[in-house]
Each structure stands twice: as structure tokens, then as C-alpha cells.
């Protein structure tokens, strides 16, 4: 039977004994052993009542057990629906009830605080640690190897990932088999993936860069991967001289350089260092190549595409753009308002199309008609501009996005949440320049009349209910907001003021 990402990705390893994962512990699993566990694994899911088509939300920590997990979902057909492992409570309540999630994978320690969410939408709550244990583990232990893969086609879903929406409501980008798949072969031969490659992945795999880019690059190809828990400079200096390539977010490459035991000795034998998630800083760029005699290849993607551009293996990687579309992507600059295709050289909204593109929002059919054409074009949001020579420029994020650390923030999430506190009359939410994670959080609040803002307060209830990546770093109060003559708030006044709230101060 036909199922396009599981025949490419994990097939071709069944009962093969070359590497596949060299864990943190010194051990290494073997394509043929990871794949015996995913069909454990698919059965387990079989067992529990998951039929093709459901959606399994997976909040845990990396392991090779959570990989085989995501693997075991696509071989029986379910929709995989990753979790950012900082999400709190509340928020993990809104992902698993939009999804409708017949299965609930969370870690041992939060089974009693989430019970009631898997309870809500009449799934099936299991737990599965980092160390690879748990009751969704007990389960797969049970089961037979054998399982016949479920037949899906290509526009069928093989995963379901949500992105935070300006409006505060989250989005979920449903990606099917063909875009996952199309992404994986443009990368592999873009970036000159082999079977002889060993990357270095320290990346969460909850996020799309962690799990469908490099995880599904490897598979791929036919290479074998460092698989890190996490990371930690320490570790990493220690395991690159096993590599021949790395993936990271600038913070990985930053805190590497603080480090004076990475020297061009150390990765002379790399092949390749790439960086996305966040804007590599020009200053990085320069300070890496000087060191190491590397240059870094930084690419660009999103949630609903993937990979879209990248810098070229051969050719000039030019610090600042994002390079040039992959191989089957198209790429050109629109008019905010009109939609028409401006000139070379001018900024406008860059709007994408090709196989890798999603299929649309969950349960959003206005939501994805606004933001994905009938023709396929989609409509990222960010201000780019394209040059003379077809590199792609990000010089704005529409929806006043901030990255900090590799993550997306969207303010209107965060405002809408501290607006909800008592005393707080409205808030405004900016990314200011941060030294380590590239931006982070500030939160300007105007309080009620007559009323008394205890920032201490305010940052508990933060700490409580907003996972770390997206807390205010920094709070202020302020008598208002500074407006435009039709009343909008003016966040690039906001943004010069505080500009400078991380450059002396550790977040």
C-alpha cells in the first residue's frame, strides 16, 4: 500500500543495521532496531483506539521514543500534533480540544494536572518520559513488530501544527504527506545531504525545525544523527569533532563563539553549519567565519511552508538575506494593499507557492482564504524585498511577530492575557534587541484609573500561565500608549524607547 512519507523517510531502513541515533549516553540505535520499536509502536497506537485520520497531541521532552512515536504516527495513518514542551496547562487545553485529539501523550509528571483535558475531547490520556518511560511505553512494550503501513495519499494530513495568530487565536497548519515530502528532497539536494552524513541535533523536536527539517532531512538521506537532549555547549564542543554537520538557531552559534574552545581546529572537518529560526545578526556571520573559517548557511521557512529559500551550497551565502528559493518554490513581492507584484528592489509582503506549501488552517476556511490564494500563493505576512540577483531580503515581520531564541511570539497572544488582569486598563507588547536569544519580551501596561499595578503580581501570574519563551522579560508602566491620529498604538515608538532594556541587563 502507498503512503508517500513513510515509503521515502522510514521504509528503506527496515531491518538495516547501519546507525541512526548516537545517543547523549554514548549508546546508538540502528535504523532497523528504530523502525522495530515504530511498528511497536503503531500497534500500541492501533490498541488504544487511534484510527487513521485522528489527530495524537504529543506534549513530552526529545527522546528516541518520542521520534518513534511521531514515525509510528505516520505509518498508521494518524495526524501528528507536536506541543512546545513549555506550553502551560491552560494553553495545551485550547491546542487538544481545537484538535479534537483522540490521544494525549504528555510527560509521567503532568498526568494528574492534564487528565481533564484528554477528558474533554474524549481521547485517551498516556505519559511518556525523557528517559524514554511510561504508561504509552508499557503499552508499545506489549505489542508485535509487524504492522501493515496504512495507505495515505499525498494530500492526505500527516501532521498538524499550530501557529499563534494576531487575533490571539492559534492557528493550526495542517501539512500533508506531499509537503513534507517535497520540502525533505529539495533540502537533501539543496544542502548536499549523503548517507555518509552525521548530523548534530540539538534542536526540540516539537518544533518544525527540529522534526521536519533536520529529523526527516536524515531519514532522507540515509544518515545518522547526534541526538541531543538538548543544547548544552559543553556537550556539543564535546561530540562536533563526530560531525559533519550542524543545524541551530543563532543562540547555538553565540553561545558557541563566548566559548574559546571553539576554533577552526575544532570543525575543520565539518562540512556544513546551518542556521534559521531567527535573523542571524550580520555581526555573528562575520565573527563565525573569522573563527572558524565557516560561513554559516542561514535559510528561511514558517510554520505553514517549511523551508521556503536558503542560502546556496555553492555560491556566495550572503550575510543578511535569506538567499533564494528552493528548488520547485516560487517566490515574488506584493503590494500590501493591491496584491500586484512590485518591482526588484522594492519592500513589500513576499507571498510563496509550491508543493511544500500547507493545505490550510484547521477548522479556518475564512482564515485560510485570506492568506492562501486559490492559485496556491500564500501569503506569509513578512516584509521582504527581492534584489538584483534573486536573493530574498527579510527586512520586517507583518503582525509585529518577535523571535526570541528560535520561537515566534505574536504580542496579541500576550496582551490579550494581561489585559484580562484586574487594574490593567490595556497593554502593549514589543520585541526589544536582546544580546543571547536576539529579542525578547516587553510588556508597556497602562493601569485603571486610581488603580495600583504590583509588577511582582503580574509576573506570577506570567510565570503560572505563559510558557517561558513568551513571558515579558520586561514590565512597564506608563499613564498611556502612545497613539496615531486614528487611535492606533504606535509600537515603533514604544520599540525605540525601550530599545535598549536587555543590552546591560541578563534577561
Given at each position: 500500500?502507498?503512503?508517500p ?17 548516537h ?5 546508538t540505535?540502528?535504523h532497523?532496531?528504530f523502525l ?10 492501533r490498541?488504544?483506539?487511534v ?11 526529545k ?6 512515536l511521531?514515525?509510528a ?7 501528528f ?15 487538544v ?6 490521544l ?6 503532568e ?12 481521547g485517551v490520556?498516556k505519559t ?13 512494550a ?5 504492522f ?5 495519499g ?9 501557529t499563534?495568530?494576531t487575533?490571539g487565536?492559534?492557528k ?7 509537503n513534507l515530502l ?6 537533501v ?39 541531543l537532549p538538548?543544547?548544552d555547549?559543553e ?9 559533519t554537520t ?16 571553539f576554533t ?8 556544513l553549519?546551518?542556521?534559521g ?8 556571520h562575520?565573527q ?6 565557516h ?6 521557512g514558517?510554520?505553514?511552508?517549511s523551508m521556503s ?17 528552493l528548488?520547485g ?15 526588484t ?7 510563496v ?58 504580542p496579541?497572544?500576550i496582551?490579550l492575557?494581561?489585559?484580562a488582569?484586574?487594574?490593567v486598563?490595556?497593554?502593549a ?11 525578547s519580551?516587553?510588556?508597556?501596561l ?5 488603580a ?13 500561565d505563559?510558557?517561558?519563551f ?24 514604544l520599540?525605540e524607547?525601550?530599545?535598549d532594556?536587555f ?5
Open positions: 500500500m502507498s503512503n512519507l513513510y515509503d521515502a523517510l522510514f521504509a528503506p531502513h527496515e531491518d538495516k543495521s547501519t546507525p541512526f541515533l545517543l547523549a549516553d554514548g549508546s540505535i540502528t532497523g532496531a522495530n520499536e515504530v511498528g511497536q509502536t503503531a500497534n500500541a497506537l490498541a488504544l483506539g484510527k487513521p485520520g485522528d489527530r495524537v497531541a504529543v506534549h513530552v521532552a527522546s528516541p521514543q518520542a521520534l518513534a511521531y514515525a504516527c505516520v505509518k498508521s495513518g494518524a495526524v500534533l507536536p506541543l512546545n514542551t513549555a506550553y502551560t496547562p491552560r494553553e495545551l487545553e485550547y491546542f480540544g481545537d484538535s479534537g485529539a483522540a494525549f501523550v504528555c510527560d509521567p509528571s498526568a494528574d494536572d492534564l487528565q481533564a483535558i484528554a477528558g474533554e475531547t474524549g490520556l511518556l518520559g525523557g528517559d524514554g518511560k511510561g504508561s504509552l511505553t508499557d503499552v508499545v506489549t505489542q508485535p513488530i509487524d501493515e503501513t496504512c495507505e495515505r499525498a494530500d492526505d494530513l500527516a501532521a498538524l501544527l499550530y499563534s495568530g487575533t487565536r492559534s493550526g497548519a495542517m501539512l500533508t504527506h506531499k517535497s520540502n525533505a528532497e529539495a533540502l539536494e539543496t544542502w548536499r545531504f549523503t548517507s555518509d552524513d552525521v548530523l548534530l541535533h540539538a534542536l526540540p523536536i516539537f518544533h518544525s525545525h527540529g522534526l521536519f527539517v533536520a529529523t526527516n532531512i536524515m531519514l532522507l538521506a540515509g544518515g545518522s544523527m547526534i541526538f538538548k543544547f555547549a556537550i556539543v564542543l564535546d561530540r562536533l569533532p563526530d560531525a550542524m543545524m541551530g538557531v543563532p543562540t547555538f552559534y553565540t553561545r558557541l563563539l563566548d566559548d574559546p574552545r577552526k581546529d575544532l570543525v575543520g572537518h565539518m562540512r553549519f546551518i542556521s529560526s531567527a535573523p542571524l545578526l550580520a555581526e555573528t562575520k563565525f567565519e573569522e573563527r572558524t573559517g560561513k554559516i548557511l542561514e535559510r528561511y514558517m510554520t505553514e511552508t529559500t536558503s542560502n546556496p551550497y555553492d555560491g556566495e551565502r550572503r550575510a543578511g538575506t535569506v538567499g533564494l528559493p528548488p518554490v516560487e517566490a515574488k513581492i506584493c503590494d500590501a494593499e493591491t496584491c500586484d507584484e512590485i518591482p528592489g522594492e519592500i513589500g509582503v513576499l507571498w507557492r509550491g508543493p511544500h506549501v500547507f493545505k490550510g488552517y484547521w477548522q479556518m476556511p475564512e482564515k485560510t482564504r485570506e492568506e492562501l490564494m486559490e492559485d496556491g500563493w500564500f501569503i506569509t505576512g513578512d516584509l521582504a524585498l527581492i534584489d538584483e540577483r534573486g536573493y530574498i531580503h527579510i527586512v520586517g515581520r507583518g503582525k509585529d511577530l518577535i523571535i526570541s531564541g528560535g520561537y515566534n511570539i505574536y496579541k497572544e496582551e492575557f494581561l489585559d488582569i484586574p487594574g486598563k490595556e497593554s507588547v514589543i520585541g526589544a534587541p536582546h544580546p543571547d536569544f536576539g529579542e519580551v516587553v510588556a508597556v497602562v493601569p485603571e484609573t486610581d495600583s499595578l504590583d509588577t511582582s503580581e503580574i509576573e506570577a501570574l506570567v510565570r503560572r505563559l510558557a517561558g513568551k513571558r515579558p522579560r520586561r514590565i512597564e508602566i506608563v499613564d498611556a500608549l502612545p497613539r496615531n491620529t486614528m487611535g492606533k498604538v504606535q509600537k515603533n515608538q520599540r524607547t525601550f530599545a532594556s543590552q546591560t541587563a541578563a534577561s
